[in-house]
């Protein structure tokens, strides 16, 4: 019993070592596939029930052992959809299966998988290089938020990205304590003010405009927009009023008719009532702000809130004698339509747009399990879940998404080729044991002659 249990063994040794080389074979084979990851090989010993000190050594078995948590080496793509994973996790995907009236139709349950070669399809699909099509949460990007907490196919539509008029406009500066109009004179008290009967009421005529500019300070120009798109250029100008001690005063103004002449009226105050206090501090408004409708050459703007903030608008010394401005920016955009697509921070697909705006259009989770190691493993580097990996857990993926990047496969030939040469060296030694048992046979064959 002996020889024929030698022999029974290393059948078994080369049936493991075959195991192993074919394991080997597939990942040199996978070796330049993105996302995939390697299959190791490991032995257990089948030994049978005997006696302490007639125990044997026994045959052996093999197994397979995932490594779906090992990362590959990450490669720079020129590819803005690529996408790679750092750290545990999956992407969630689903696998068409057919395709009717040209949309395609999905079935079976989720997989997920490690390999982030994402492109947009003809139709607005992710699709990696698999043929496998990405899942997450859609944004609305006009709100910004999810559409709903149900993970679903992502489908990027190429709608054109609505206009939003302006309802904000955040200005922060100092106005000079003394401002150099054209008009000032340090002899002459008062020179430096914006008075006179031509300027007391809300506009100010064409025909007074040279002198209305002679006597105040220019404030900066910014465009704006209606609830269409539409662009509006407002100029801005400052006029100091009155420099009372503790109550200094400034009144701002807007051209609104550029092609005005005579008595028409070309500029338009936004407020006579800007105060300052002995400090420099405002004082009024008190809110901070102002609310305005802007009408420049006929086009007019929604409200909007002229927003100083309680200490964003100060009047100190300043040399120059013109207005520094910190901050001067609104907050509407005209529509524009989708030139790109690309992977933000915090795994937001971003659209980016003609307008100049990048909108997040999607959130990619991350899919993860107790026991990654224990998924399914399917064609096109993907996995199922299992009862022994446990349940999908969806995550917000941080900063663990790179977009612009793809992950290699984590198998390394040189070290499969390391492993070659030992299996084998293995089956080799367990061919010499079958042939020596076979030499040993004949010889008891050869007794009985």
Do not use: C
């Not at 009532?273 to 703007?301: C, E, I, K, W």
């Not at 299996?423 to 008891?444: E, F, G, H, K, P």
């Amino acid at each position: 019993m002996g020889i024929f249990g030698a022999m029974t063994t290393a059948v078994s040794g080369l049936n493991a070592q075959s195991y192993a080389l074919e394991n080997i074979s597939g990942n040199i084979a996978n070796s330049r596939t993105t996302g995939f990851k390697r299959v190791d090989t490991t032995f257990s010993t089948l030994v049978p029930d005997l006696p302490e000190r007639r125990a044997l050594a026994g045959s052996v078995s093999s197994f397979s052992r995932g490594t779906n948590t090992v990362q590959g080496d990450f490669i720079a793509s020129q590819i803005q959809t690529h996408v790679a994973l750092s750290g545990e996790g999956f992407f969630a995907v689903k696998q068409r299966t057919s395709f009717v009236d040209g949309a395609p139709v999905f079935a079976g349950a989720n997989a997920y998988t490690r390999r982030g070669d994402f492109e947009l399809s003809n139709n607005g699909y992710l699709v990696n290089g698999a043929g496998y099509y990405l899942m997450g949460y859609p944004i609305d990007p006009n709100t910004g938020s999810a559409s709903g907490s149900a993970l679903q196919i992502l489908r990027i539509a190429s709608d054109n990205l609505p206009a939003r008029t302006t309802q904000q406009i955040e200005y922060r500066g100092n106005l000079p304590s003394y401002p150099l109009t054209a008009q000032a004179d340090a002899q002459v008290a008062g020179s430096e003010l914006l008075s006179g009967a031509a300027y007391t009421g809300a506009t100010i005529a064409a025909s007074d405009e040279a002198v209305f500019l002679d006597r105040t300070i220019a404030g900066q120009s910014l465009t704006i927009y209606n609830a269409i798109g539409n662009p509006i250029d407002i100029q801005l100008r400052w006029g100091k009023t009155s420099n009372i001690s503790g109550a200094e005063t400034w009144s701002l103004y807007y051209q609104s008719d550029s092609a005005a002449t005579g008595a028409a009226p070309k500029w338009t105050r936004v407020s006579n009532a800007v105060t300052f206090d002995s400090s420099g501090r405002m004082t009024a408004p008190a809110s901070g702000a102002l609310s305005q409708v802007f009408t420049v050459n006929g086009a007019t703007s929604g409200t909007i809130s002229l927003n100083f903030g309680l200490t964003g608008l100060t009047q100190f010394a300043d040399a120059s004698g013109t207005i520094n401005v910190n901050t001067l920016n609104q907050d509407g955009f005209p529509s524009g339509t989708r030139t790109s697509v690309q992977i933000g921070e915090g795994g937001r697909l971003m659209g980016v747009f003609s307008n100049g705006r990048t909108v997040a259009l999607a959130q990619i989770p991350i899919t993860q399990f107790a026991a990654d190691s224990l998924l399914k493993r399917r064609d096109g580097g993907v996995f199922e879940e299992t009862l022994e990996s446990g349940q999908p857990i969806f995550s917000d993926a941080g900063r663990n998404l790179v977009g612009g990047t793809l992950e290699n496969s984590n198998a390394d030939v040189a070290d499969e080729f390391s492993k070659m040469i030992v299996t084998q060296q293995a089956y080799s030694a367990n061919t010499r044991i079958i042939t020596t048992a076979q030499q040993m046979l004949q010889d008891v064959i050869n007794i009985i002659r």
